[in-house]
């Protein structure tokens, strides 16, 4: 009888739908009509590539400005819809590797989710947990008309009680389970029973469950210690295999079998070594996983009623009620790629550091565009620890002191409109056109000019530039002098190793406290090379500096960052907002 009413509902909806306008939008009760895209979306597949800049808390978006473009995408492009402003009547689960951090959990036969939405496509993201407890067959009704069922089953290897067994040889700390996407492990060392942890430093427990690079180069669950068992240790352990796949795919898994247990340690050993470990790397990158994404396609865009409804219980179903985990519904689906890995540099991206987080992984997921954000960590390698310059290209070229890592090493100069004469007393390296000059008074950053030099005369120590200055604002201002040759280079490379020709941005850092760290000439090296590579170039320099300066300390907080590094929440706000406003210019929206 349920049933039979269900259908009737749902006939009655078809009759409303058809006496309507077409081409008025259904209003609900809540108004889900946006911005209608002309010409379709320009770009589907992002790519952003970086540092821990980028890499936020290693998922996908939280806490990293790709949170920020995301929810613009998502929310004021396309239109997306949270499953319980349709259906509250579910069961909220916390989990970052979901669209805003939120899954929701249906359950029973009968239970549907409906609303309206317009375009000529309707997707979903949801989850497929392993074990299939609940996997569940599900209908999709358009306008009132079954359309299309499909199944929530969870098709990947999964396992129970699988056992290993190891010995100590007193010298290696981690064993290989030859798994990823581990859990519910038991530990025995000679017959007695020790704890795990899945985080490290935990004084109560023993060993841990560690990701780590195997062999192969692949990242496996190791089982860790922080002391090496002895020798001839019997070391046993039993535990379950199998990946609950998300809206985000990565190598990171619930610590339990269900789907709403706390996430394991999103760090782990990118190294091969077996008798030393390092538990601070990020190991792969984070991308919108296809397996949790169902799309259906239409003729041409109107407005549509659908319902999806919970039909039964999968016939490969392990339990006893069918669930259906849904994150949320759109009109169009954007894929996104996080490549940011914690003190990355441009030149750990590329393919011949063979690891698994380089270009290879980026042209895999086949972006259509690709933010590469650099410049933080590469000036780390500006020059070798005893302070002399590296034979990478990336140094100071003058330099007032014996070292040319002295951290204010101003050479007194007198400045023109369009050149400037340095001390000839100071030391000089071949400075050459296309090295960069800096220009202050050492207070902070509203005291610093950045220009490329045209030409340098090593006579008279003359640097001539093409951007004029302010010879009022800067008399009596002191000089130095930087080449990140390397830097460029590896951007240039990065590039050209990327496939299916992508459209490109490039980014550096936001605006540091000078007294911290010396990255000015990135920005201005970097929007060069946006022009030479026909890329856009995302100022996070400029939109943290009208932060940090433009508002009174008195009146607002104008901190982006903690660090003068990483951005906070209102960093990644002003790192989105940069993005945003490049895409705005060339997505057409009407």
């Known amino acids: 009888m349920k049933n039979k009413l269900f259908y009737i509902y749902l006939f009655l909806l078809s009759l409303c739908f058809q006496s309507c306008n077409s081409n008025e939008p259904h209003k609900n009760p809540i108004d889900y009509e946006k911005k209608i895209i002309t010409n379709d979306y320009k770009y589907n597949r992002i790519t952003f590539a970086g540092s821990s800049i980028t890499w936020g808390a290693g998922f996908l978006s939280p806490l990293s400005y790709i949170g920020e473009v995301e929810k613009h995408l998502r929310d004021n492009i396309a239109t997306t819809i949270m499953p319980n402003l349709l259906n509250n009547n579910a069961i909220e689960i916390s989990d970052p590797l979901s669209y805003k951090e939120k899954l929701y959990k249906y359950s029973g036969i009968d239970t549907n989710i409906s609303g309206s939405i317009y375009g000529n496509k309707i ?65 025995t060392i000679n017959g007695t029973k020790y704890n795990i942890s899945r985080w490290p430093s935990n004084p109560k427990n023993n060993a841990m469950i560690l990701r780590k690079i195997n062999n192969d180069g692949f990242v496996h669950h190791f089982l860790a210690f922080e002391n090496p068992p002895s020798k001839e240790d019997n ?15 990565s190598t990171i898994s619930n610590i339990l079998k269900e789907i709403n247990s706390s996430i394991e340690y999103q760090y782990g050993d990118d190294t091969k070594s077996l008798i030393t470990l390092r538990t601070n790397k990020g190991l792969d ?44 519904i759109t009109n169009h689906m954007y894929y996104f790629q996080n490549a940011g890995i914690g003190a990355s540099t441009a030149e750990d991206l590329l393919k011949a550091n063979n690891t698994l987080r380089t270009t290879t992984q980026i042209n895999n997921f086949k972006p259509d565009l690709i933010l590469l954000e650099s410049s933080t960590n590469d000036d780390w390698r500006l020059i070798n620890k005893d302070g002399t310059p590296t034979d990478l290209g ?7 002191g014996i070292k040319m890592n ?27 056109k296309g090295d960069i000059l ?15 030099i045209e030409s340098w005369n090593p006579i ?22 930087k080449r990140i040759d390397y830097w460029a280079k590896n ?66 907080d104008n901190t982006w960052s903690e660090d003068n590094t990483h951005p906070n929440k209102k960093g990644n706000e002003l790192f989105g907002s940069a993005i945003i406003k490049t895409l705005s210019q060339i997505i057409p929206i009407k």
């Open 491 to 556: 951007i240039k490379s990065f590039f050209r190793e990327l496939d299916n020709n992508p459209d490109i941005m490039i980014a550096t850092s936001g605006v540091p406290n000078i007294h911290d760290r010396r990255l000015e000439g990135y920005r201005e090296k970097g929007q060069e090379l946006a022009r030479t590579l026909n890329a856009h170039f995302i100022d996070f320099y400029q939109v943290t500096y009208d932060w940090k300066y433009g508002n009174p300390l008195h009146i607002i």
């Open 285 to 328: 990158f984070r991308q919108t996983d296809k397996r949790a994404i169902k799309t259906w396609k239409f003729n041409r865009s109107k407005n549509r009623y659908f319902t999806f409804k919970i039909k039964e219980l999968s016939p490969n179903a392990t339990g006893d009620t069918p669930e259906f985990f849904l994150n949320f």
């Open 123 to 187: 997707s979903i993201a949801f989850a497929r947990e392993r074990g299939n407890k609940g996997a569940a067959n599900i209908e999709l009704y358009i306008d009132g008309v079954l359309h299309d069922e499909f199944s929530t089953i969870n098709n990947e290897f999964y396992a129970e009680n699988i056992f290993k067994t190891f010995t100590g040889n007193g010298e290696q700390l981690a064993f290989d389970l030859g798994y990823i996407h581990t859990f519910n492990h038991s530990l």
């Open 406 to 432: 002295t951290m204010f090493n101003y050479i007194p100069a007198e400045i023109s409109e369009y050149s400037i004469k340095l001390d000839s007393n100071a030391t000089y390296g071949n400075i050459k």
């Open 460 to 481: 008279n120590k003359i640097a001539t530039f093409n951007k004029s200055l302010s010879i009022n604002d800067y008399n009596g201002s002191f000089g130095q002098i």
């Open 438 to 452: 800096i220009i202050g008074k050492g207070e902070d950053n509203r005291a610093l000019e950045v220009r490329i």
């Open 394 to 400: 990336n140094y100071w070229m003058a330099y007032d």
């Open 235 to 249: 070391i046993q352990l039993i535990f379950s295999v199998g990946e609950t796949i998300k809206p985000v795919k």
